[in-house]
């Protein structure tokens, strides 16, 4: 049986008061103290700092699963392959710093291994999302893939809720792809676990409509890729979409938007949020 690692001391160390605000993180804070005997006997381990790079990719994975801090999902616990898709780090580096930081012989205890009756436990204490929320799918544990591979210096979109046979595929048929998750491996994704929508041919035609909607024109490629992402988590529907690129857009005419984002970005940071309940500026558009 694949064991559950866990974050050893995560809610004193890798949250505050900021981060407890979200549900979803997209940062993670760390300490940033260099003289602890944890810190002191890693570097001894490994001087280079290698070791180190992996452990933070593994916090950075941990704060964006279901339960923060427990590398598991709702499918169970992500195994070595499923961590290696996730932050792009090698295998056997990800099998080092597992048995390295969870050996009590060795004495840094950044990692430990949960029992399973514990896991599922810490697991079932989640808060149940509504079913008309739209973070219902993130919060159940569904995929959420990444479309586009990142270039250099832009941030990573984290597949920690994927499934861990389909992170395995993804880590073993590709490297550093131009499109991580394909139309097809989505649509067999789709069709396998039930629980993404497979690519649709019109969702293209729908993506460069709002392409050309949308105030800045830049990045196609990337933008259509968000927008297909978007379509098949299923957060929002086409017509939600439409009317919030629409709003946004003249929210920069009327030039209370200073900087203008790309397509691909302002779907990756959830703007369109802005515009529906809940939001800000939902209800300022007759």
Known sequence: MVPTYAIVDWDAKFE????RRHRKLKW?????SHDTTGFCRLMAVDPSGGLYGTWVLL???????????????????????????????????????L?????????????????????????????????????????????????????????????????????????????RPSILFSESSLRAMGEKTGEL??????????????????PLQRRKAEAVNAVRRALAVGEVDPETLRRCVSHFAQDCASGRVEAVPALGRWLEDEGWRTYVPGGSRFGAFS
């Open 59 to 97: 916090v950075q994975l941990a704060s964006r699963c279901p339960r923060r801090g427990l590398l598991r999902n709702s499918e169970g616990p992500l195994d070595v392959p499923a961590m290696s898709a996730c932050t792009r780090a090698g295998v056997k580096a990800i099998e080092r710093c």
């Open 99 to 175: 048995s390295l930081l969870s050996d009590e012989a060795v004495g840094v205890c950044w990692l430990r291994v949960v029992p399973e009756s514990e896991a599922q436990q810490m697991m079932s204490g989640l808060p149940e999302p509504a079913a008309t929320d739209p973070g219902a799918q993130m919060m159940s544990g569904l995929p959420e893939p990444a479309l586009a591979s990142p270039s250099v210096g832009e941030d990573s979109r984290s597949v920690c809720s994927s499934s861990p046979s389909a992170l395995r595929e993804c880590s073993e048929n590709s490297v």
């Open 16 to 19: 505050n008061a900021q981060s």
């Open 197 to 214: 929508r497979a690519p649709r041919a019109r969702d293209d035609d729908f993506a460069l409509e709002l392409y050309r909607a949308y």
């Open 28 to 32: 993670v804070p760390i300490p940033n």
